[in-house]
DNA sequence: AAGTGTGAACCTCTTCACAGCA
DNA sequence: TGCTGTGAAGAGGTTCACACTT
């Protein structure tokens, strides 16, 4: 149950949201077919990866939504929790804090960092922004796995080797800089600018085929 | 040249920043095996893509590198360019803005919308926000193409629906809610909690393996 | 009859291994 | 010798087709 396509890692994450919210409207079983739907893939799709996290369906009513968010839940989230860092504190920063806040799941942001000195205090959605100055202990002391990084790219590199050494495990990096990160920390890597690029790209393809 | 695999558009669009790059620097030429470095990804991959383009290089010096940067180009612009209109201008919206301001290229941001009487005419880098009452015509007029989406959840649908109306071509969706849109109109998708939750999902399987 | 579970085929993307060129 | 270009193999991900269950 660990070793996960990371596609499929993916869509347990959006499943588990869709059937949340299926939950709060009582709805307690549902078809791979339905499920498929609110997601726009393949029933087929669902049912294989169900498989893969050892979940199984009732023939007569599909998926009991309770267990499987259950299921999930066991095969995503850490027992205890993890704890993430927002690093730098701009719009996107902010962003990501406000999508996380309130939200009561295994996933907590307990700090923002920021270099400008006006940010520093500032709240978003309870998340307090500190100085980088001190990036370190807080992340040791507070015991924080996971960092989103949103600086500036000319910074990122070196944020990223202090984020490392303060004993960071995992590094969303939003930055459009390629990182590079030692093995052991898990990097992720999404470039807007990249996407946007592509998006424009089949848009022209699309066009031309007409 | 046309029927390029979605993640050779996307390394064309990193390659073609990191070339942008390396020209300011005066450098004119690049091995394959340092552009990957720079990339930190291989340098068969690299080469792969450029064959892809149809670019060639030179057996001493590696790749022209204005000549790539050129051809790049040739290969993911369009000749006059896209028009992008960003709707939902929170926090995402502002910081998605101000990435392609000030940058000179073919994607340019025109507007923005939202339906919060505060921010009309506001401005992020001179991009200025418009009521969404307002989509319809402006997009029409102006001719935009593309809508990043950043609005809040529950009217991400029917907000969709209204940029298809209004002849969309292409949507690059931040809202956490699974679309579906007409064939002809180009959606990707990228939602920032199932990347926060990967991230930890793949932590805590290395953790477990330690 | 109407669902789920899954081997096998298929498609997409990456890497290997090496021919060919300056 | 040290690079590029590329057929072929491999890895990762999706879909087909169908056996199985109630």
Redesign the pocket.
């Known amino acids: 149950m660990n070793n996960l396509?990371?596609?499929?890692v993916e869509?347990l994450s959006a499943y588990r949201r869709v059937l949340l919210n299926c939950l709060t409207k009582g709805r307690d079983h549902?078809?791979?077919?339905d499920l498929a739907k609110l997601l726009y893939?393949?029933?087929?799709?669902?049912?294989?990866?169900?498989?893969l996290i050892g979940?199984?369906?009732?023939?007569?009513n599909?998926?009991n939504v309770k267990e499987l968010v259950t299921r999930i839940g066991e095969v995503l989230d850490s027992k205890e929790g993890q704890k993430v860092a927002v690093v730098g504190f701009g719009y996107l920063g902010k962003a990501i804090t406000g999508y996380f806040a309130g939200k009561r799941s295994k996933l907590n942001v307990l700090a923002s960092f920021d270099i400008n000195p006006k940010k520093i205090g500032a709240k978003v959605k309870g998340v307090r922004c500190f100085h980088f100055s001190h990036l370190k202990t807080i992340i040791r002391n507070k015991k924080i796995t996971i960092a989103i990084l949103t600086v500036p790219p000319d910074v990122a590199p070196e944020v990223t080797n202090r984020l490392v050494e303060a004993g960071i495990k995992g590094i969303l990096n939003f930055t459009t800089v390629p990182l590079n990160v030692p093995s052991g920390v898990y990097l992720e890597e999404y470039d807007m600018i990249t996407s946007v690029e592509k998006v424009a790209f089949f848009v022209k393809k699309n066009n031309k085929a007409e």
Chains 1, 2 share one sequence.
């Not at 396509?5 to 499929?8: A, C, D, L, Q």
């Not at 549902?30 to 077919?33: A, N």
């Not at 979940?55 to 007569?60: A, F, P, R």
């Open positions: 396509p990371g596609k499929t869509r549902i078809f791979s077919h893939i393949t029933a087929v799709q669902v049912r294989r990866d169900v498989m979940n199984t369906g009732m023939h007569k599909g998926y």
